[in-house]
T-cell receptor, first 114, second 112 residues
């Protein structure tokens, strides 16, 4: 069975600085998709960024980028120029391309200080 | 506008009663999911469905049941066999590729 692990329950960053959130996963599958979601206090889930496992190039969305290391099964999220609005819970997620099963990690709470 | 509707937003039940949470989508998505979120924790997969009349157990299916009689609807029943049903429940759907999940606004279930 696949698993997703986020080893940092909480992280903090100064406004305008850069922070990296860690995510590792375990799978025997070769084709899958990886996602980072943000959950603010409203509890609405918001997609931050996604990565296809067959793509070697790391995904980038404005201030958000990932470091995807397929062999190491690592999928970290880098937030550059952090803003107060980035404060939220961040969840890493894995979706099987074979079964559509989609699972989440336990989350990292990010605090942003002015 | 297309989206996912979960109802009700808040639900209260007595222990020993079954309760059904509604999830409807008009996005024409094939795959639908139910997750449970406890305070300060991540989303745990209860059930998911790839197509009508088919569904699979997630990681914490015990004490829950689902049906998928229509593409648009994926109701979740929390049975009296679920030992600790009080939680926040999220429904989601997506198309059959790497598209992101669309989430409903959730149902907060309290069982006393």
């Amino acid at each position: 069975a696949q698993t997703v692990t986020q080893s940092q329950p909480e992280m903090s960053v100064q406004e305008a600085e850069t922070v990296t959130l860690s995510c590792t996963y375990d799978t025997s599958e070769s084709d899958y998709y990886l996602f980072w979601y943000k959950q603010p206090p409203s509890r609405q889930m918001i997609l931050v960024i996604r990565q296809e496992a067959y793509k070697q190039q790391n995904a980038t969305e404005n201030r958000f980028s990932v470091n995807f290391q397929k062999a190491a099964k690592s999928f970290s999220l880098k937030i550059s120029d952090s803003q107060l609005g980035d404060a939220a819970m961040y969840f890493c997620a894995y979706r099987s391309a074979y079964t559509d099963k989609l699972i989440f990690g336990t989350g990292t709470r990010l605090q942003v200080f002015p | 506008d297309g989206g996912i509707t979960q109802s009700p937003k808040y639900l209260f039940r007595k222990e020993g009663q079954n309760v059904t949470l509604s999830c409807e989508q008009n996005l024409n998505h094939d795959a639908m999911y139910w997750y449970r979120q406890d305070p300060g924790q991540g989303l745990r997969l209860i059930y998911y469905s790839q197509i009508v009349n088919d569904f699979q157990k997630g990681d914490i299916a015990e004490g829950y049941s689902v049906s998928r009689e229509k593409k648009e609807s994926f109701p979740l029943t929390v049975t009296s066999a679920q030992k600790n049903p009080t939680a926040f429940y999220l429904c989601a759907s997506t198309t059959d590729d790497n598209s992101p999940l669309h989430f409903g606004n959730g149902t907060r279930l309290t069982v006393t």
